[in-house]
């Protein structure tokens, strides 16, 4: 087997498991909480979720970058990524406190806040922990920091929700274990409790962050256009609104998994990548394969949907069978921009995402603004699948000639796109 196929097959595992524990979390939390708390869950940790973007920095996509090149040694850059940790976590920390407190609608106690905020740090260090993984190209081992923290979390979530009866703060307990242990792992396991230290490596400090910015800013740009919908659904709907959206555009968050079984390998090997415009016309057979997958997917979800939402959430939840319904073109439509932007990335290139992210979020916005008010979950669902149906191809557009290849060659089916020989790389 080759070299590819043996690493889709374990991030194909991992992601399965994410999936599996995903999911199962989602079912025993919509079922025990209820439409109205899972709407405040979704408000809870909405911030918390956006700033593990913004406080990562990029870093981990620029350490992946770095380490892939050889620019610099292990250990000074393991020794930078501790240092920005420890500033990131406090300034991402402080930051979403505030924002749950004074642009929220849950009225949390103190208490709930923390909680929801406290699993920032943890997940951060796991995040720069897994830029050197990629970068050596460790597939195995970056993907199981991905799956072991979901199936914790699951776990705990059946301890504090069914058998404590904790609710929203047994929820939020159980979000923040698996981060915990997983974190307190590497930290011994990859020898970083030996790089804390007062003495700061500026140039590689400044190498990360100068790249990592950049990464940063981009993907808050496209997590902002996934989540908007959800804090304007906070402001301006109710707790049952978005506890409906939540379900129904959670489900496609795993369809997505999909996409992004390839994307994590995409971007550790163009990182490596000698030759660029080969290694895009390979991603861009992977590109035409995701497309089958989850447009065949998307079809099953589409006609099963209601049943799907009955079967796994419960009868309270049945309109979110309206909203994933919705989602789906804009969804499918997405898995361009999945699979592409991981090539870029790779590249060095992160803010090619951002010409076709920014016009989206914005449009995201607008129609948000006109359409939940009188339509609530449903209208968000509009606005999001329009956004991301516009994001897609102006995506295409600008992926297509910054690899001088057109966008025709990109899209075009061959019998030679099942050739798996042809995409190892």
Known sequence: MSKFLRDLSSVGLSKGGVIAFGLMKSIIIARWLGPDLNGTLAALTVYPTLFMTIGSLG??????????????????IKRALIHLCVFSSILSVLSCYFLIRYLGNTNASDL???????????????????????????????????????FVVLFTTVLFIILFEMKIEGALIATLTGPFLMAMF???KNDFIEFFSLQFDWGIIKSLLSLGSVYA??????????????????RMSSPYELGIYSKGSQLMEYLWQIPMLLSTIIFARSANAKNGRDFSLKVAQLLRLSIIFIGI??????????????????EEFIESGLVQKILLPGVLLLT??????????????????????????????ILNYILIPSRGASGASIASTISYSISALLFLYFYAKEVRLSVYSILRFSKSDFNFKKIDF
């Open 217 to 234: 800013i981009a993907l808050l740009i496209i997590n902002l256009n996934y989540k908007i919908d959800i804090i304007l659904l906070d």
């Open 186 to 188: 590497l930290l011994f």
């Open 112 to 150: 709930v806040v923390f909680l929801a905020i406290l699993p920032i740090p943890f997940s951060l260090f796991i995040t720069y922990n897994s830029g050197i993984f990629l970068g050596k190209n460790e597939i195995s081992i970056y993907n199981r920091i991905n799956w072991l923290p979901p």
């Open 59 to 76: 870093v981990s996509q620029a350490t992946t970058y770095h380490v892939g090149r050889g620019n610099f040694s292990i250990d000074g």
């Open 297 to 314: 997917a998307s079809i099953a979800l589409f006609v099963l949907s209601d049943e799907i939402i009955r079967i796994l959430f419960g």
């Open 336 to 365: 361009i921009f999945k699979v592409l932007n991981m090539d870029l990335a790779g590249k060095g290139k992160p803010w090619i995402s951002m010409k076709a992210m920014i016009p989206a979020l914005f449009l995201n916005i």
